[in-house]
């Protein structure tokens, strides 16, 4: 099998707004991933028109997201960020992966079937190839390690089987160009980090989500330290203290969920946090919880507020890392060409 070289590459959509869900479930991952890795970090623009977006609204999320990425610690000098339709490839690549990928696997895919809903006939083609266009976003690079969360891993299997049918089909012309016996490389999910699924505040069972009506439900990154807090207080749980040891949160999902939180923002296993809090009432708990999210994310409100007072400073980041992106899936895409048979301009 063809060694590739170890490269990184995630995405969030530009749909606004980042939730504490975002940042404990991917972010900390991407900021680990930036310190040991060369990592790519996209604003998935494309992936954010296959439901309806207000365009009056749309570049002002792609900026918001961008602003959050920066804020959080991810460092255009060392990670390439950018958007993601400023790269062509990515919508080149996902038009061959159409012509691979076969119908009946898109079929299988969990999370068209929950966004389309019950109006099936009614949701846009580009939401039921969204994988396809994924799986470019991947490969583009060649990018070995993707970092999502649990609700991509399937998506990111179709990815695999999208690099291993075109490396097939093609075996004999992807050897004849030069490229040996695989071009793409097989992208492995990393899901890691202690609190990957962060719930609703306001129920436990539920992911923390942006399309949650009530506010309460989320810490959004944009909150200021008294919304924290806020939410925090109000946060849902159940009348009995917290146990000493992870077992005891069984059937507890509220108090599970706010003592994943505390564990990710303080870099501690749940065990460690029941260690010092077993046996202590919610109204112990959360003030202190509370406090250290005020601490953590509070910075973060403030960084990106300052980051999107200039948009022009933003736009001259994302036409940076677009470049150097570029830089690196133009010759993909032109191998793709040639393996294919396309001819193109030379
Ligand atoms: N589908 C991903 C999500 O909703 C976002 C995404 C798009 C992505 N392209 C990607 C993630 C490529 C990883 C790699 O979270």
């Given at each position: 099998?063809?060694?590739?070289?170890?490269?990184?590459?995630?995405?969030?959509?530009?749909?606004?707004?980042?939730?504490?869900?975002?940042?404990?479930?991917?972010?900390?991952?991407?900021?680990?991933?930036?310190?040991?890795?060369?990592?790519?970090?996209?604003?998935?623009?494309?992936?954010?028109?296959?439901?309806?977006?207000?365009?009056?609204?749309?570049?002002?999320?792609?900026?918001?997201?961008?602003?959050?990425?920066?804020?959080?610690?991810?460092?255009?000098?060392?990670?390439?960020?950018?958007?993601?339709?400023?790269?062509?490839?990515?919508?080149?690549?996902?038009?061959?992966?159409?012509?691979?990928?076969?119908?009946?696997?898109?079929?299988?895919?969990?999370?068209?079937?929950?966004?389309?809903?019950?109006?099936?006939?009614?949701?846009?083609?580009?939401?039921?190839?969204?994988?396809?266009?994924?799986?470019?976003?991947?490969?583009?690079?060649?990018?070995?390690?993707?970092?999502?969360?649990?609700?991509?891993?399937?998506?990111?299997?179709?990815?695999?089987?999208?690099?291993?049918?075109?490396?097939?089909?093609?075996?004999?012309?992807?050897?004849?160009?030069?490229?040996?016996?695989?071009?793409?490389?097989?992208?492995?999910?990393?899901?890691?980090?202690?609190?990957?699924?962060v719930m609703s505040l306001r129920d436990g069972t539920r992911?923390m989500?942006?399309?949650?009506?009530s506010?309460y439900s989320?810490i959004?990154?944009?909150?200021?330290?008294?919304?924290?807090a806020q939410k925090f207080r109000k946060a849902r749980t159940d009348p009995e203290p917290l146990p000493?040891?992870?077992?005891g949160l069984k059937d507890r999902p509220e108090a599970e969920n706010l003592v994943g939180i505390y564990?990710?923002?303080?870099?501690?296993?749940k065990?460690?946090v029941l260690?010092?809090y077993g046996g202590a009432q919610f109204s112990a708990f959360k003030p202190a919880l509370s406090?250290?999210a005020?601490?953590?994310?509070?910075?973060?409100?403030?960084?990106?507020?300052?980051?999107?007072?200039?948009?022009?400073?933003?736009?001259?980041?994302?036409?940076?890392?677009?470049?150097?992106?570029?830089?690196?899936?133009?010759?993909?895409?032109?191998?793709?060409?040639?393996?294919?048979?396309?001819?193109?301009?030379?």
């Amino acid at each position: 099998m063809t060694d590739f070289p170890e490269r990184v590459f995630s995405g969030m959509q530009a749909t606004g707004n980042l939730h504490l869900g975002n940042y404990l479930g991917a972010m900390l991952n991407w900021l680990r991933m930036q310190e040991t890795h060369d990592c790519i970090y996209c604003v998935v623009d494309l992936h954010a028109i296959t439901v309806w977006q207000d365009p009056q609204a749309l570049a002002g999320n792609i900026r918001e997201v961008t602003a959050a990425y920066i804020a959080c610690g991810l460092d255009p000098e060392k990670s390439i960020i950018f958007n993601q339709s400023q790269v062509s490839a990515h919508a080149e690549l996902a038009w061959v992966f159409n012509c691979v990928a076969r119908l009946g696997w898109l079929n299988r895919m969990t999370q068209f079937k929950e966004k389309a809903g019950k109006d099936r006939e009614n949701a846009s083609i580009g939401l039921f190839v969204y994988p396809n266009l994924m799986a470019a976003d991947i490969l583009a690079y060649r990018a070995t390690h993707v970092p999502v969360g649990e609700d991509q891993k399937q998506h990111l299997e179709l990815s695999r089987d999208i690099a291993q049918k075109f490396n097939n089909d093609f075996a004999a012309s992807i050897a004849a160009h030069g490229h040996g016996e695989a071009f793409f490389p097989l992208p492995k999910p990393m899901i890691t980090g202690p609190a990957t699924r962060v719930m609703s505040l306001r129920d436990g069972t539920r992911k923390m989500s942006k399309s949650e009506p009530s506010e309460y439900s989320r810490i959004d990154m944009t909150d200021d330290a008294d919304t924290i807090a806020q939410k925090f207080r109000k946060a849902r749980t159940d009348p009995e203290p917290l146990p000493s040891e992870p077992d005891g949160l069984k059937d507890r999902p509220e108090a599970e969920n706010l003592v994943g939180i505390y564990a990710a923002l303080a870099g501690m296993t749940k065990a460690d946090v029941l260690k010092e809090y077993g046996g202590a009432q919610f109204s112990a708990f959360k003030p202190a919880l509370s406090d250290l999210a005020v601490a953590r994310l509070a910075p973060i409100s403030t960084e990106m507020t300052r980051l999107k007072s200039d948009p022009a400073h933003i736009d001259g980041i994302l036409a940076d890392g677009a470049a150097r992106a570029e830089a690196i899936a133009k010759p993909v895409m032109d191998a793709v060409k040639d393996i294919v048979g396309l001819l193109r301009t030379r």
